[in-house]
């Protein structure tokens, strides 16, 4: 009788019924487990740094910006800090920028009596003068990262220079024993220099060189997350808020 017998190599055995053992699959399960967790941490773990670094970058996007302005504008490289620290030095290729010019005509009239005996000279003429920055001032650039803050701080405006032009006529008039001299007319040419300043200086240029700066500024700077706030010496006590 032919049959088929246990021990025949010939014959493969038959499969394991039982599958893949049970503390294997709990092994690879822990496994499994274990790596997701270290993959979720060390993302964690990595995120700060990848804050701080995006927002440093967006921190000196924002110094570029602003201080590429800034040597556009006042031909000035400007001090920089970073949370307080100098990380640039200011350097300028020039002394003084005039950012307005205006003319003013003036006519003064002195008069000078001696024992009823009166003397009068007037001068009359026309005065250029330039307002702008003394760039040996200081143009601070300074970030605040943490707030998100630029602060560009410019000098006060100056009175560059008050010249007289060629129009200037000096007339005067001298009295019987009382006759105009050169101390005279020396004198009424230095008052006309010192009225030409004050009346420069009353006519409000200075403030208007203040606003033209802050304008050139604001137009060169582009649109930013970031606050941008300028100062003048005149505002430290809303830089100190």
Avoid: C
Avoid at 111 to 132: D, H, I, M, N, P
């Amino acid at each position: 009788m032919t049959g088929t017998s246990e021990n025949d190599p010939s014959i493969p055995p038959p499969p394991d019924k039982g599958g893949v053992p049970s503390w294997l699959i709990f092994i690879a399960v822990v496994l499994a487990v274990s790596f997701s967790a270290k993959l979720v941490l060390d993302s964690v773990s990595r995120a700060p740094g990848r804050i701080i670094e995006s927002s440093a970058e967006v921190a000196r996007n924002a110094v570029q910006q602003v201080s590429g302005a800034i040597k556009d504008i006042f031909q000035v490289e400007p001090e920089v800090k970073l949370q307080s620290k100098v990380i640039q030095l200011q350097s300028s290729p020039i002394l003084e920028l005039a950012f307005i010019e205006k003319e003013f005509h003036l006519t003064n009239t002195w008069k000078g009596k001696w024992l009823r005996s009166e003397k009068e000279l007037t001068v009359s003429g026309t005065y250029r003068a330039k307002a702008g920055f003394d760039l040996e001032k200081q143009f601070v650039v300074e970030v605040n990262q943490t707030e998100q803050l630029v602060y560009v701080s410019l000098p006060s405006p100056e009175l560059l220079s008050v010249d007289l032009q060629d129009d200037l006529e000096l007339e005067g008039k001298s009295g019987l024993w009382n006759r105009i001299t050169d101390e005279d007319r020396t004198m009424v040419m230095n008052d006309f220099r010192r009225d030409a300043e004050a009346h420069v200086l009353e006519s409000g240029l200075l403030e208007e060189v203040r606003q033209e700066a802050e304008k050139r500024l604001r137009e060169a700077l582009p649109n930013s997350e970031w606050e941008i706030i300028i100062l003048f010496p005149e505002d430290k006590e809303l830089r100190e808020e």
